[in-house]
């Protein structure tokens, strides 16, 4: 099954997406990675999605990628002794405390002291996605007293956050650990983490991670943006999770963070993926919104490895026609031709070693040549994304004789993944990738490709091999009898 776009999509699977036919039909209409939200369901409902997707990729002989994303520490308020919660006015004091006592108009409780411990006079406190803003006025170890900035209705357990704080929080809750051991039991391919804010979180998912899934950060915080590249140094792929972001941050602040955050991602050869509110409408319409489509476009033009789909396609009314919707728009977006300038120009050269040579002369010989596709073998994913970061104008091929780096890499910009045996010499590399492309449809009979391998094979990075090769059943032929 092939991808007539370079851009892949990411859906979410709930209550609307949670059985075999309709996680089926979401493939079959263009989802390629499927996201397993950790804070929704319990671990017997995400192993049967888990299962049913593994049985969608042994039906249809195609590599599926699978994101679990973990929830985070959530930061909440406790309880009114009015079920309704209550109304607090512009101007008006209000504290948080340590104490259990049900709140009321004056008081409630904040049961996290480590925020208070790092709290500071001046600071702001957004409660209920920033529907009610906070300043602080004084504090102490078990109290907040605060000012109403913005006024509202709150209730019980509204969400906290803390944007002018780097609070003093592991990015991994009790709950995370459980959550994050029992997704690497049952064998996902990236690992979603959430309420980043120093590289130290990355590294820290990533020992309990043991290599069993690639770690994916999530970047929602203020302090995330400051220490982007330091994260982005210690992850294998970002999330711009806009969601956060936009209540953290002034609105307005989003769109160059998010351009930022994708341009890094890219430079370093590791995927991004812009996620939140893609096509939000479609949880009730069946068509999106002009805006919608013109955010999923922007993502696209701006060189994102993937588009996201959460509530969309796993509690809404239309999940399948938000994916097919998400790849018209990739289809066409990647049809115009200024997509193509604006991506080459964006293009930094980054030629440091011998990979990223071969992979750069591998994209210009493609430009200049009528080549079909980029065929890469790899072990570990490195060459490929190295390719993927080049944003060719033809497809990549990614070889490997491993389904765990074949899942894995369907993820990055433009690859079609598939497994090969395993090769020992570089003349059987060339036999597999012309089969590849003859079979999957990206080159016939005279057609050329482009072959990247490292020698000697199966040793991580050591890409130094190029060959263009014709998809001649001859070469085929000749080459197995020598």
Not at 24 to 31: D, H, I, K, S, T
Not at 258 to 275: F, N, S
Not at 409 to 433: D, N, Y
């Amino acid at each position: 099954m092939r991808r007539l776009r370079n851009v892949k999509i990411v859906a979410t699977l709930g209550p609307a997406s949670n059985d075999y036919a309709t996680i089926r039909a979401l493939f079959e209409a263009g989802a390629d990675v499927f996201r397993l939200n950790m804070s929704h369901g319990t671990h017997d409902e995400i192993r049967k999605r888990h299962e049913i997707i593994r049985q969608i990729e042994t039906d249809t002989k195609r590599p599926i990628c699978i994101l679990a994303d973990l929830q985070g520490p959530k930061l909440r308020v406790g309880t009114f002794a009015k079920g309704g919660g209550e109304d607090l006015a512009e101007g008006a004091s209000f504290r948080l405390d340590l104490d259990a006592t049900p709140g009321d108009a004056t008081r409630v409780q904040l049961p996290h002291p480590e925020i208070f411990a790092a709290l500071e006079p001046g600071a702001s406190l957004l409660v209920n996605d920033g529907k009610i803003r906070l300043k602080v006025e004084k504090c102490g170890p078990d109290f907040a007293d605060c000012s109403v900035v913005v006024g509202g209705t709150i209730s019980n357990r509204k969400g906290v956050n803390v944007p002018d704080v780097v609070l003093p929080l592991a990015a991994l809750s009790e709950k995370d650990r459980k959550d994050l051991e029992f997704a690497c039991e049952i064998g996902v391919d990236w690992l979603a983490l959430s309420f980043v804010q120093r590289a130290e979180d990355v590294l820290e998912a990533r020992e309990l991670a043991r290599g069993r899934a690639a770690i994916l950060s999530k970047i929602e915080k203020p302090a995330a943006v400051k220490a982007y590249g330091a994260i982005l140094a210690v992850s294998d792929g970002i999330m711009v999770a806009r969601g956060d972001l936009g209540v953290e941050l002034p609105v307005q602040a989003v769109p160059p963070i998010q351009k930022r955050l994708i341009r890094g991602a890219r430079a370093a050869a590791k995927p991004v993926i812009v996620a939140t509110q893609m096509l939000e409408s479609m949880i009730e319409s069946p068509v999106p919104t002009r805006a919608e489509v013109s955010d999923v476009a922007t993502a696209i033009y701006e060189g994102a490895d993937a588009v996201m789909l959460s509530a969309e396609s796993a509690a809404g009314q239309y999940p399948i026609e938000a994916v097919t919707t998400m790849s018209n728009v990739a289809i066409s977006v990647e049809s115009d031709s200024i997509y193509r300038e604006v991506i080459e120009a964006s293009r930094r050269g980054s030629k440091n070693s011998v990979a990223d040579a071969i992979v750069s002369a591998a994209r210009e010989i493609a430009e200049t040549t009528d080549v079909k596709a980029i065929c890469c073998f790899s072990q570990s994913g490195n060459t490929v994304s190295l390719v993927a970061r080049e944003r060719p104008r033809v497809p990549i091929i990614a070889l490997t004789p491993l389904i765990r780096t074949a899942r894995r890499m369907v993820l990055t910009w433009g690859t079609h993944c598939a497994i090969s045996e395993p090769q020992g010499r570089f003349k059987g590399a060339v036999i597999a990738a012309v089969r590849a492309a003859r079979n999957d449809g990206f080159a016939t009979q005279e057609e050329k490709i482009v072959v990247t391998a490292g020698v000697p094979f199966n040793v991580q990075g050591t890409t130094n091999i190029l060959r263009v090769a014709v998809c001649d059943e001859r070469m085929i032929s000749s080459a197995e009898t020598e």
